[in-house]
């Protein structure tokens, strides 16, 4: 069996997606990957599957744009 572990799970302010950040082990073996899914209102799921090097980098840019934003 997969094994699955809940990292993060939250809703997004603005469109009401469901976010959840899952550590994904497949059974057969190979590297954990970061598993993001998104829930789209109750509906439709996107989710991807990437490794810690993409996940890091994707991280680095999602934060320094963060940094840059000005809360009103």
């Known amino acids: 069996m997969?094994?699955?572990e809940t990292l993060d799970k939250f809703t997004?302010?603005?469109g009401g997606?469901?976010?959840e950040l899952q550590?994904?082990?497949?059974e057969t073996g190979g590297m954990p990957l970061l598993?993001?899914?998104i829930r789209e209102r109750g509906a439709r799921f996107?989710?991807?599957e990437v490794d810690a090097d993409t996940a890091a980098r994707w991280g680095r840019a999602m934060s320094a744009?963060?940094?840059t934003q000005t809360k009103a």
């Not at 550590?23 to 497949?26: A, I, K, L, N």
């Open 2 to 4: 997969d094994k699955i």
């Open 12 to 14: 997004c302010p603005f």
């Open 17 to 19: 997606q469901e976010v």
């Open 23 to 26: 550590q994904f082990e497949y």
């Open 35 to 37: 598993r993001l899914r």
């Open 46 to 48: 996107t989710i991807f």
């Open 65 to 67: 744009w963060a940094q």
